[in-house]
């Protein structure tokens, strides 16, 4: 005679692997003979364009019943327009999902106008890129590392396009004590690396992962002109960066590091998806499970390194942890944070 417990356990496992086998038709029966949308706050051609039409085209043999994939801009507010409409006007149903702006989680928390949407519901599905904010100057200005920056007299000039190559400065300013001047005006990277050739701006924070590409020349200059990294936000499998100083090594003041981890951790989901709120579970889960598939593809793989971009995989689950990170800043961070970032 069969064990009772051991008998109801059996039952039990062969009841979840229905559901789940069930659950799975499901999803496959509702995405059969479909069209998914793909959202992309972003113009073509650019960066996140590129990002989100290369998922796009592996996405779909990863998702049950392999539904066609149509992939729509819609620019505007840097990806506000793209998220208000995701929110409040797309269909809940598992047929539309969107390529975001991370930055507008903080945009969300400071009550930037605009913002008609709560980043906390969207159903993160996962991130396929970060951005790992690095500060570099020119060797020309005689200074090599951030001791040097600290005293430097008179400031250096750091050229400032948008929200990461402006708050970035203000944070190694305000927060860490560098002796530098922002040069705000520039339209995008590419000017201010113009304007450092020009010498109107002798150094400047990004992303490493478009430095290490877009500025290659500039990092193996001679020795008098060379673009040198002195300060990042960590990332120790790069070895130009893996011995570097972190900003959390030099902000002191309890308040302004919680501020600056809160301001960061967005950029650890850089390239993120959602889906609006309230989508049935399974589908949703179909979804996250076929994103990392995709991006797992070595297929996928192949394309990606071709045309030039990284992938860096951050679950849904760890992007939403990151999102309530940032939501939960005291009021003494986010008066920091109001000051940096609007100015105050």
């Given at each position: 005679?069969?064990?009772?417990?051991?008998?109801?356990?059996?039952?039990?496992?062969?009841?979840?692997?229905?559901?789940?086998?069930?659950?799975?038709?499901?999803?496959?029966?509702?995405?059969?003979?479909?069209?998914?949308?793909?959202?992309?706050?972003?113009?073509?051609?650019?960066?996140?364009?590129?990002?989100?039409?290369?998922?796009?085209?592996?996405?779909?043999?990863?998702?049950?019943?392999?539904?066609?994939?149509?992939?729509?801009?819609?620019?505007?507010?840097?990806?506000?327009?793209?998220?208000?409409?995701?929110?409040?006007?797309?269909?809940?149903?598992?047929?539309?999902?969107?390529?975001?702006?991370?930055?507008?989680?903080?945009?969300?928390?400071?009550?930037?106008?605009?913002?008609?949407?709560?980043?906390?519901?969207?159903?993160?599905?996962?991130?396929?890129?970060?951005?790992?904010?690095?500060?570099?100057?020119m060797s020309r200005t005689g200074v090599s590392d951030l001791k040097g920056l600290m005293s430097a007299s008179p400031p250096v000039n750091f050229g400032s396009a948008g929200t990461l190559t402006r708050d970035t400065p203000?944070?190694?300013?305000?927060?860490?004590?560098?002796?530098?001047?922002?040069?705000?005006?520039?339209?995008?990277?590419?000017?201010?690396?113009?304007?450092?050739?020009?010498?109107?701006?002798?150094?400047?924070?990004?992303?490493?992962?478009?430095?290490?590409?877009?500025?290659?020349?500039?990092?193996?200059?001679?020795?008098?002109?060379?673009?040198?990294?002195?300060?990042?936000?960590?990332?120790?499998?790069?070895?130009?960066?893996?011995?570097?100083?972190?900003?959390?090594?030099?902000?002191?003041?309890?308040?302004?590091?919680?501020?600056?981890?809160?301001?960061?951790?967005?950029?650890?989901?850089?390239?993120?998806?959602?889906?609006?709120?309230?989508?049935?579970?399974?589908?949703?889960?179909?979804?996250?499970?076929?994103?990392?598939?995709?991006?797992?593809?070595?297929?996928?793989?192949?394309?990606?390194?071709?045309?030039?971009?990284?992938?860096?995989?951050?679950?849904?689950?760890?992007?939403?942890?990151?999102?309530?990170?940032?939501?939960?800043?005291?009021?003494?961070?986010?008066?920091?944070?109001?000051?940096?970032?609007?100015?105050?």
């Open positions: 005679m069969r064990h009772p417990f051991r008998l109801a356990a059996i039952l039990s496992l062969l009841l979840c692997l229905g559901l789940t086998a069930t659950a799975g038709a499901d999803v496959a029966g509702f995405y059969k003979g479909k069209t998914l949308r793909f959202i992309l706050g972003a113009s073509p051609g650019g960066g996140f364009d590129t990002y989100g039409r290369t998922i796009a085209r592996t996405l779909t043999k990863h998702i049950p019943g392999n539904p066609k994939i149509i992939v729509q801009n819609m620019p505007g507010a840097g990806f506000a327009i793209a998220m208000n409409y995701l929110y409040n006007v797309a269909k809940r149903d598992g047929s539309v999902i969107g390529g975001t702006n991370s930055g507008l989680v903080m945009k969300q928390v400071l009550g930037e106008k605009g913002i008609k949407f709560d980043n906390a519901k969207f159903g993160w599905l996962g991130s396929a890129g970060k951005a790992t904010p690095t500060c570099m100057v203000l944070i190694l300013r305000d927060f860490v004590g560098a002796k530098i001047n922002l040069v705000r005006g520039y339209n995008g990277t590419a000017q201010i690396r113009a304007a450092v050739r020009r010498k109107e701006v002798d150094g400047y924070c990004s992303s490493w992962e478009s430095v290490r590409i877009q500025a290659t020349e500039m990092l193996e200059g001679k020795a008098g002109d060379r673009l040198v990294p002195f300060l990042t936000s960590g990332d120790k499998n790069e070895p130009v960066l893996k011995n570097l100083p972190l900003f959390t090594d030099h902000i002191k003041n309890d308040d302004e590091r919680t501020a600056y981890e809160a301001w960061l951790a967005p950029y650890k989901f850089f390239r993120a998806y959602v889906t609006p709120p309230g989508i049935p579970r399974d589908r949703l889960e179909a979804l996250q499970t076929a994103f990392k598939n995709t991006l797992d593809d070595p297929e996928f793989r192949a394309v990606s390194k071709k045309i030039g971009i990284e992938i860096s995989y951050l679950s849904g689950a760890d992007i939403q942890g990151l999102v309530n990170q940032v939501f939960s800043i005291g009021p003494g961070a986010k008066a920091r944070l109001e000051r940096l970032v609007k100015g105050k």
